[in-house]
C-alpha cells in the first residue's frame, strides 16, 4: 500500500513539472495566433490576414500561466490539402515532423480547435476528424474556441447556445467551449469583451479533463495516423470561394471596385486567392424575396456611402444592408466617396462614430473600431 502511494505521489510531481501540451488549430484567418498571443498575454507570434501568411509551419511556444508550464503548439494549416495554398506533401511533411516532435514531449493534453463565429458548416467536420479523429485516435481531450464574436448581440456564450445542436449534428462534440474575441480597440464595449475572452481563454488552458495525458509511441502513431490525415487531405469536398456581397448607396460613376474584373456574379482573382462577388441592389434593400434569392454564407460586406449625403438615409440603408446579408458576425467594410483629403476622411470617420454609438443605444448591432 505505501509503495503504491508513493508511485502515485512521484506521479503527481512529475505531472506538476511537466508542460502541459496544447495543440492549437484551425484554418486559415480564424485568428489561431491571436487566441496564442491572447493565452500568452503578450505577442509571441505574428498575426496575419493572409491565407498563406506566416502561420503555416507549426511552431511550439513554451509559457508560464499562474505557475503552470504551457506549450501552446501553433500549427501547421493541414485543412488547405491538395486544392488550397498548401501542397498536400508538404502539409504530409510537417505532420510527420511534428507528430515525431509532439510525441517526445510527452504527449498531448488538449486540443483547442480555433473558429470563426458564423453558421456551422460541414466544411468544419473534416479538419475535425484531422486532429482529433485521425492524429489523436479520440483520446484526447477537444475544446472550441469560436472568434470573431466582437459585434455579437447579447452575451457571446449566446452563440454556444444558439449553435451547439448543429455542431453535434455535423459530428463535432467538444470538451469544453469558449467563445470570444481578439480584436484589439479603444472602444470601451470591445475593450470589455476583450478582457472576459481573456479570461475564459486561459481558464480553458488551465482547465484538467484527464487525470492521464495521452501519449503514444511516435512510429506507432505515425503509421496508424497517416492514411486517416491522407485521405482526408485527398477528399473530393468541393472548396467554395469566399463570398463578397457589394453594395453601392452612391450614385455610381466609373466606381473603381477592389477587385479587378469582378463580374456581375462570378469568380475573381486577386493574388491568387478567388472570390466570389454578389451585387445588391440599394434601392431593393429591405425586400424580404432579395434575402431569400441570395441566402448564402457570406464572408465580407462591403458597402458604398456618398459622403454629402444624408446620415439618416445611408445609415438605414447600411443596417438593412448588414443585418440582411451579414448579421452579427459578419466583417464589413465601408467606402466612404467624395472626399477630398485625409482631414476629410477622419472628420466622416469621427461623425460616423457618433451616429453609431447613437443607434447602439437603440439596439443596433454595427460597432465600429479604429
Keep these: 500500500m505505501v509503495a503504491w ?11 506538476l513539472l511537466r508542460a502541459r501540451n496544447v495543440v492549437v488549430f484551425g484554418e486559415s484567418g480564424v485568428g489561431k495566433s491571436s487566441v496564442i498571443n491572447m493565452i500568452a498575454g503578450k505577442d509571441i507570434t505574428q498575426t496575419s490576414n ?5 502561420t503555416f509551419r507549426y511552431q511550439c511556444h513554451p509559457i508560464l500561466l499562474d505557475g503552470l508550464s504551457v506549450n501552446l503548439w501553433d500549427t501547421v494549416g493541414l485543412d488547405e490539402g491538395t486544392e488550397g495554398t498548401m501542397p498536400a506533401a508538404q502539409a504530409e511533411s510537417s505532420l510527420k515532423a511534428f507528430l515525431r516532435h509532439i510525441t517526445r514531449w510527452n504527449g498531448i493534453d488538449l486540443l483547442v480547435y480555433c473558429v470563426r463565429g458564423t453558421r456551422v458548416r460541414q466544411a468544419l467536420l473534416r479538419n475535425y476528424n484531422i486532429f482529433y479523429a485521425a492524429i489523436c485516435r ?18 457571446m456564450e449566446a452563440w454556444w447556445t444558439e449553435h451547439e445542436r448543429d455542431l453535434i449534428k455535423h459530428g463535432m462534440r467538444f470538451d469544453a467551449h469558449a467563445c470570444v474575441t481578439t480584436i484589439r480597440s479603444d472602444h470601451p464595449a470591445i475593450q470589455n469583451r476583450l478582457k472576459q475572452s481573456r479570461d475564459v481563454l486561459r481558464d480553458l488552458v488551465r482547465a484538467k479533463f484527464d487525470d492521464v495525458t495521452w501519449e503514444a509511441d511516435e512510429d506507432a502513431l505515425i503509421s496508424a495516423s497517416l492514411p486517416d490525415v491522407r485521405a482526408l487531405l ?9 463570398l463578397i456581397m457589394i453594395c453601392d448607396a452612391t450614385e455610381p460613376v466609373n466606381r473603381v471596385h477592389p477587385f479587378p474584373t469582378v463580374a456581375e456574379y462570378g469568380a475573381t482573382c486577386d493574388s491568387d486567392q478567388k472570390y466570389r462577388c454578389l451585387y445588391v441592389d440599394a434601392q431593393l434593400l429591405g425586400d424580404p424575396k432579395l434575402y431569400v ?4 454564407r457570406t464572408d465580407l460586406l462591403i458597402f458604398y456611402a456618398d459622403a454629402h449625403s444624408e446620415s439618416d438615409r445611408t445609415w438605414t440603408a447600411l443596417e438593412q444592408f448588414h443585418v440582411s446579408f451579414g448579421g452579427k458576425t459578419c466583417p464589413i467594410i465601408i467606402i466612404f466617396v467624395g472626399l477630398d483629403n485625409h482631414e476629410a476622411a477622419a472628420t466622416m470617420w469621427r461623425l460616423f462614430v457618433v451616429l453609431t454609438q447613437r443607434r ?3 439596439q443596433s448591432d454595427l460597432l465600429p473600431w479604429s
Design 5 to 15: 502511494l508513493t508511485c502515485c505521489w512521484q506521479k503527481q510531481q512529475r505531472d
Design 293 to 296: 434569392e441570395t441566402m448564402q
Design 360 to 362: 447602439n443605444n437603440c
Design 138 to 155: 479520440k483520446k484526447v481531450p477537444v475544446a472550441l474556441v469560436v472568434t470573431g464574436l466582437e459585434n455579437y448581440e447579447g452575451d
Design 50 to 54: 493572409n491565407a498563406a501568411g506566416c
Design 234 to 242: 485527398r477528399s473530393t469536398e468541393k472548396r467554395v470561394a469566399p
